[in-house]
């Protein structure tokens, strides 16, 4: 829900940040970027989750996996932002817009 929730605004950022050149390149990897964000998160949440994301599995089972999602998940994103967002550098800003 949350990635449709923020597609429009997305499409906006990119329509007004980029020129007619450049929207098809970004476009293709922002898409590509929140797809491989999704399905590494499906994952993530399985093998985290373990056993209670299977039918029928105890109540006992969904705490456990829920704590275990609360215990690895901030230090993993805390650190995918560390180490890859600072490498990236502040954005260049273009003076013509």
């Known amino acids: 829900m949350a990635i449709a929730a923020g597609g429009t605004a997305l499409l906006a950022l990119i329509a007004d940040r980029t020129t007619e050149e450049e929207r098809p390149k970004v476009l293709s990897v922002v898409w590509g970027m929140r797809l491989l964000g999704v399905l ?3 994952v993530l949440v399985n093998r985290v989750f373990g056993d209670a994301c299977t039918t029928g599995a105890s109540t006992l089972a969904l705490l456990a ?3 275990r999602l609360t215990v690895v998940t901030p230090p993993l994103l805390l650190g995918l932002r560390g180490g890859v967002c600072s490498g990236c550098g502040a954005p260049q ?3 013509d817009r």
């Open 93 to 95: 800003y273009r003076s």
């Open 65 to 67: 996996g829920l704590e």
């Open 40 to 42: 590494f998160g499906s």
